[in-house]
């Protein structure tokens, strides 16, 4: 089957990811964005073997690979004496490993280069300004339509509207998004402002009673990455990019090591940003005839287990094998929700899980040790 129209909704990592794939198995793919500008906002994220297996098979992994940061190991630390808990080993063991690259990247620059290449194979495959607002289907194919007044018609449609999926609410009439209880901070420093200590042990996550804070070099060890979270009963505000106060990280972690004082020290003005961290339980189905879900939009991750957009890219890189293999498109989505929907659900289950761990000063299991890194999208049978 080639001769299938497919909407993607969003035109973030995940949305991105799955045109990308489906353009490479031969099919027509027009992305929605609800923005007017096609930007990735955020710091940075962990791109690990399972997912580079499908972006250097997309055709985009080199350009990744030149703008991020190699890791050289990461140190669990305890919060307050800064004793080294856990090694985990650098990027070169999982290279020999896995037959992939574990990378530290910026998330703009990952986005930049998924969307150069999907519109490097139809420049007019993007548009901008079109924030989804519902859908009907029929036995030949599915309209869309979005709030400026457009309406499209497609053969299949892909919800990648993110956590807030409109989607995922007009396919299944969710339940709305919780708070979870925690909160979270998060900067961009630039590493030569940085004391030599932390420079040297780049990649550090300290782990406390109900906190944890995590730093990681990125874009060539030209800045570190900065987040952190915390408990905290309630929380109103919406919005991902509140901007925050150095006093107030200071205080709440006051208690952590020097180097980490140090670190939030640096941060310069207008540079500090706050969230609260919502969730949604896993979808016990995530596909409804010819409309499904991906990444964020089907199964939610918490920032726990490292994984949120490893999980989305997977998914992308699935769904286009999936419509290469099936008859129709009923046939694709049913292939792919029988792939990924087990691991994918399960690796949101316990990411909640490794939040827990680390908020009691323990290292808890990563993502290599319960096997995720042992997949890879491109192979895996379907």
Not at 47 to 56: E, G, K, R
Not at 122 to 134: E, T, V, Y
Request: proline share 5%.
């Amino acid at each position: 089957m080639t001769d299938c129209d497919i909407a993607v909704i969003g035109a973030g990592i995940g949305g991105l990811t799955a045109a990308l794939s489906l353009q490479r198995h031969g099919f027509t793919v027009s992305v929605y964005e609800q923005t007017a500008e096609l930007r990735e906002f955020g710091a940075g994220l962990v791109v690990t073997p399972n997912a580079m297996h499908a972006l250097d098979a997309l055709g985009v992994g080199r350009a990744i690979i030149d703008a991020s940061s190699v890791s050289r190991g990461l140190l669990f630390k305890h919060y307050k004496s800064g004793e080294v808990l856990r090694r985990q080993p650098p990027g070169d063991y999982y290279k020999s490993k896995y037959g992939a690259s574990h990378l530290l990247v910026h998330r703009g620059d990952l986005h930049a280069a998924l969307s150069a290449a999907v519109l490097a194979n139809d420049r007019n495959c993007i548009h901008l300004d079109h924030a989804f607002s519902g859908l009907c289907q029929g036995e030949s194919g599915v309209t869309a339509h979005f709030a400026n007044g457009a309406t499209i018609r497609a053969d299949a449609l892909i919800g990648c509207d993110g956590y807030r999926s409109t989607v995922r609410d007009r396919l299944f009439g969710s339940p709305p998004v919780t708070f979870t209880g925690q909160v979270s901070f998060r900067a961009l420093v630039r590493s030569e402002s940085l004391p030599e200590e932390i420079r040297q042990q780049a990649e550090c996550l300290y782990v406390g009673p109900g906190r944890m804070l995590l730093h990681y070099p990125l874009r060539n060890r030209a800045l570190m990455n900065v987040v952190a979270h915390a408990r905290q009963d309630r929380w109103e505000a919406e919005g991902w990019a509140i901007p925050a106060q150095r006093s107030e990280f200071l205080q709440r972690y006051s208690d952590f090591h020097p180097n980490v004082l140090q670190l939030i020290e640096a941060i310069e003005p207008n540079a500090l940003f706050k969230w609260g961290l919502r969730d949604r339980e896993p979808l016990p189905q995530w596909t409804l005839g010819r409309v499904s879900t991906l990444g964020d939009a089907a199964h939610p991750m918490s920032p726990f287990l490292g994984q949120g957009a490893v999980m989305a890219i997977e998914d992308g890189m699935v769904l286009g094998r999936c419509f290469a293999k099936a008859g129709t498109a009923e046939e694709a989505l049913t292939l792919y929700e029988t792939a990924r929907k087990p691991r994918a659900n399960a690796a949101q289950l316990y990411s909640r899980e490794q939040g827990a761990n680390l908020q009691h000063i323990d290292p808890g299991r990563g993502a290599e040790a319960i096997g995720l890194f042992n997949y890879n999208p491109t192979t895996v049978p379907i």
